[in-house]
């Protein structure tokens, strides 16, 4: 059988107020059940319960499942338990060290460049109207 290393604790300076940890939690729910192109509705049918109880958990953070709930709820979104729990740990893990946490993870910045190229793509129509006036 293989052992496996004991969870590493945080610092408790590295740690989130418990109900932030629960946001988190419900934002990156939300997402992968967004990606999946499943409503709350159908959610919610699947599973037995209502539309009221997906958005406590997923919006508000006032609702906790247990673990037999969150199978559940992933089972009828297609997603994998693992995947989710690793996600969940990068979410929690970038929120303590100050990054926005989110199902897609964080948003690649645009570069210097790439943003100068969108500006002159906005600003050639302009230019091009102007000679023809002239």
Known sequence: MKHRQPIRRVSTAETLDPSEEY???GQLLAGFR??????????ARAIGTSQVF???VE???????DVIEL??????MGVDVMLFVRALRKALEDA?????PGAEG????????RLR??????????????????
């Not at 199978?71 to 009828?76: A, E, I, P, R, T």
């Open 59 to 65: 919006r508000r953070g006032e609702r906790k499942l």
């Open 23 to 25: 946001k988190i939690f």
């Open 34 to 43: 967004k990606k999946k192109g499943k409503t709350q509705t159908d959610v």
């Open 106 to 113: 964080p948003k690649p910045q645009r570069s210097q460049s």
């Open 117 to 134: 190229n969108t500006a002159q793509k906005r600003q050639k129509p302009h230019r091009a109207i102007r000679t023809q006036k002239r």
């Open 96 to 100: 303590r060290h100050g990054s926005q």
């Open 71 to 76: 199978m559940d709820l992933l089972d009828v």
């Open 54 to 56: 997906l958005v406590k």
